[in-house]
């Protein structure tokens, strides 16, 4: 246990202490007033409270107060208390299959990781490309994106942060000073982030938009919908990181020293591919095709969950071994925001609300379009982007309705920028993780970053304006 | 002020008075305190006396200096009274605590573990310092510890903690002293207390005070405030560069004098106001130097704590012991300037075995400038609970624990 001791003066100490329990005062207080003013015209009673409980939650999302996964549990709590669902609909949404997906999601990357195929995957593609210096950053954005694609981005970012630590040190670059540690640091960040909004498996945003989307309009989004939909932003979004990368990063150090002798030390001390690997590979592979070809038939969770117990049935991991990957606090979260989101929905109180707010000023769908994307970008690098689907969700899905745009484009213009958060370390841990290798400071980060989120927030829009109508996708 | 002889009206001049030049005890006076002290293993050579005004005074009676002390200790009807020979004053002999006849479970006399003065009892749970291992140890050190060279030993936890509850028991464990001496570790001892001073922070509401020798690094001082000491003290001793070099030859090699200095620096920002102290002796450096020492300590935080010196039988070194004429203002000086920078003087107080900087107010004004509101308050049952609240909540407040091991980041 490392200690630290807070030299801030007593009185600043206690007056942040403080102010826990006066927000959670003044929580209640603002809950009570809500619930105590008349309805405004046009919103039913249920409605006003659903509305009162979502400003709770957004309040306690945003602010952190208590764990995101616990202000879901106190909005499974209120819901029904305050009458806005039954006790036995809320209950029954947290049975929704985006939940379930994730959480087989959560498993099967564990077994892979668990495996270590997805270990030798990265060492194997980073010494095989990387036999330059630009060539070592291409690799590493290169991968970390692509691995993104099937796992969650956060776990390809902590797979491949000691890896990348390594070739650092083995470099010998100067913490902070070096150009080619931020490089590499930064490509490991942006890769994962970039590749993590191109499928539903780069992290929990999807699917969780995806959910409430079911449950609100009972329209989906498949895998491969999805895919198409967003690869032309992800391709975009590749090519201009790597070229903002080596730009604002420009390399620093002579032409390739040995980082091949390093990486394939790495690869040889992993030993021959096991057969738990192979086993692992295979049913990882026949689960993307089937996510691919029989996703809308037979249910994305179903056939995550199949693969599951497959794992299990030929014994590839112990329960033990996965526990550690399945994020429980994640999945409670989704089941609370789903909840609160088809409350918002069912009770009038969403379109309510988008009529009020953005629907107020924004005369077309582009607009809106426009105005959400931007503010899902904005507020992601500030709170967790699954946060955000579920803060803005409930608001959009009452924007569709309002201007006649189809649901399925109202997700994509939230769940796609929700994950693109490039500035700060708190928002998101692929960043985060880059910050705590001391290469990168906050500033360069933030520096590179503002850029990038005004290239993805353009690129999103050019790619909505124009790609979309021709899949299909016209607003 | 001039200081004059006929002391017996100033408790801090007495007490001046009485730490160097002793006591001598009339026979009815010492049947009382022997009656008193049967059946204990008593481990500080002098009587605790309390004199006016509180003030709490360990006399050294059994030396020889003090067989020719002009102080005599008597004993009538109507209680125990000091005499120079020309008048009297009252004085106090506080009983001798009744678990100082019992033993622990192990069957150790508790007064060979726990020494109580007053509130506070001092334990020494290793009676080991390394300094004799290279023969640099203290060149004054009689100490608590075992001079023949580090023989160890040591108490267990249960022992120490049955003796703070035996002390609890009868009120005399507000405050614990936890001393060690100096060990090779680089963390000053902090290791070795630590199990000591979590389990009696876990069963008492007391406040805890640890002596020790400065350590390396500075995450072993944070550690020191994080696991429960409420108080710390790093005893330099001897401002004086050279002296000290030549007296503390131990301290000076092993540990430094900037290393010293700068501990306590860190640990004033760390502990409260206060509550970072370091003994200066008077007398074994010029006085000119002891009051440059107050300047300094002072002016990084330090509460300066000045014990006297008397040269101890069985050791080498001895330097004519000063008179109360020329120390006296050295305690006003320390009075003073501890007031004006504003450091909390009520943290170190009452204690019978050196002058605090608070009794240096008799010397000013004979202490009439001095309110003793807030004093008064804190040896109250409701002010030591106030107290200890407090430095609890500071520390709640202050103490920010993350994943990784400091033992380890610190090797
Ligand atoms: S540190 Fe000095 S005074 Fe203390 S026990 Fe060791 S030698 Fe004696």
Known sequence: MKIEIDRRPLWLLLLLKGIRPLSFLGIAFVFWYLLSIP????????????????????????????????????????????????????????????????????ILAGAVMHSGL???????????FGDSSRGLVRAIFLLAAILSFFMSEHAVAAMLFPIVLEIAKGLKLRPGRSNYGKLLFISLAWGCIIGGVATFLGGARVPLAVGILKETGGETIGFIEYTVA????????????????????PVDIPEMADTGGLLSRRLQELGKVSYNEYAVGTIMFVTVLAW???????????????????????????WKDIEEYVNWGIILMYGGAIILGTALDKSGAAAWMADQTIGAWARTPWVVIALLSLTALVLTEGISNVAVIAILMPVGIGMASKFGIDPVIITFSIAVPAGLAFCLPMSTPANAISVSSNYVGVK??????????????????????????IIGLGF | MKYQKGYLDNPTLLKIELMLNGIRVGKK??????????????????????????????????????????????????????????GEVKVEIPPIPNFYKEKTTTGIPFSSIGD???????????????FFYSDVECRYCTANFDSNGGTESTYSVDEVLETVEAAHSEGKAEIIYLSIGFGKEEDGGIRFLKPYIKAIKKHFNALIAVEALPPIDNIWV?????????????????????????????????????????????????????????????GLEPPGYTIMGIDYLTDIGVIPILPIYRPSPGRTLRVDPLTTEVIAPVYAHLYRTVKKKGINMHWVRDISIVTTPLEGRFLIDGGRGFRSIIRDFYNTKVGLKTAWGLATLRRKLRVKESGESSGSSSS
């Open chain 2, 222 to 282: 944070d550690e020191t405030y994080a696991i429960g000491a409420d108080s710390v003290i790093y005893n330099l001793e001897i401002f004086d560069k050279e002296l000290f070099e030549l007296i503390c030859p131990g301290r000076a090699k092993l540990i430094g004098r900037e290393r010293y200095i700068d501990a306590l620096r860190y640990a004033a920002t760390v502990f409260p106001s206060g509550t970072v102290a370091s003994h200066l002796i008077v």
């Open chain 1, 230 to 249: 967003v690869f032309p932003v992800v391709i975009i979004m590749l090519v201009v990181g790597y070229n903002v990368l080596v730009r604002l990063f």
């Open chain 2, 116 to 130: 109580v003065h007053s509130g506070y009892v001092v334990i020494t749970p290793s009676k080991r310092c390394d």
């Open chain 1, 444 to 469: 360069d980060m933030a520096k590179a970053g503002i850029f990038m989120g005004i290239t993805a927030w353009i690129a999103f829009n050019i790619v909505a304006r124009v790609y979309w109508p």
């Open chain 1, 39 to 106: 309805t405004p015209e046009g919103l039913t009673l249920a409605g006003r409270n659903a509305i009162a409980i979502f400003l709770v939650c957004l309040f306690l999302w945003v602010s952190n107060l208590i764990p995101l996964a616990v202000t879901s549990i106190l909005a499974i709590i209120m819901v029904p208390l305050f009458g806005v669902l039954t006790e036995r609909e809320t209950f029954a949404l947290f049975g929704n299959e985006a939940v379930f997906f994730i959480l087989g999601a959560f």
């Open chain 1, 292 to 318: 691919v070809f029989l996703g809308g038939r037979l249910g994305l969770a179903i056939i995550a969950l199949t693969s599951v117990v497959v794992l299990f049935i030929f014994r590839l991991v112990r």
């Open chain 1, 118 to 128: 997805s270990k030798r995957i990265a060492l194997s593609i980073m010494g095989r």
């Open chain 2, 29 to 86: 006076a010492l049947d009382k305190v022997m009656v008193e002290m049967a059946g204990t293993d008593e481990m500080v050579d002098g009587i605790d006396i309390v004199l006016s005004h509180k003030t709490k005074a360990n006399v050294p009676y059994k030396e020889e200096f003090a067989r020719k002390s002009s102080y005599l200790l008597k004993s009538r009807r109507d209680g125990f009274f000091i005499t120079d020979g020309e």
